[in-house]
């Protein structure tokens, strides 16, 4: 699976971002997406993941801030970040969990950069 993420950038503090990304390939193989983040000089750090089920984790810190939202049909995954704060800024990468065996894809990461 391949995975390309768009829609990073620059915004001040409260402002809002949309990121998207499709997933190409064997994307049969997809049983769930999502976003992870690594800000500089730290780990990486869960954002959400949604299933094809439709089951959602957050990661406590955007709650109520994000929303995470899926195409199954069309094999993306959108993120909503409303309500930014500077400590969102980070690389946000696309994953894709796949069944059993094939482990997690990882796409190209997007800088998300939140002035304040």
């Known amino acids: 699976v391949q995975l390309q993420a768009s829609g990073g950038g620059l915004v001040q503090a409260g402002g809002s971002l949309r990121l998207s990304c499709a997933a190409s390939?064997?994307?049969?193989?997809?049983?769930?997406m999502g976003w992870y983040r690594q800000a500089l000089g730290k780990q990486y750090d869960l954002v959400a993941t949604?299933?094809?089920?439709?089951?959602?984790n957050y990661a406590d810190s955007v709650k109520g801030r994000f929303t995470i939202s899926r195409d199954v049909a069309k094999n993306t995954v959108y993120l909503q970040m409303n309500s930014l704060k500077p400590e969102d800024t980070a690389v946000y990468y696309c994953?894709?969990?796949?069944?059993?065996?094939?482990?997690?894809?990882w796409g190209q990461g997007t800088q998300v950069t939140v002035s304040s």
């Open positions: 994953t894709a969990d796949q069944v059993m065996g094939l482990g997690r894809a």
């Open positions: 949604k299933t094809n089920g439709g089951s959602t």
């Open positions: 390939g064997s994307t049969r193989n997809i049983i769930g």
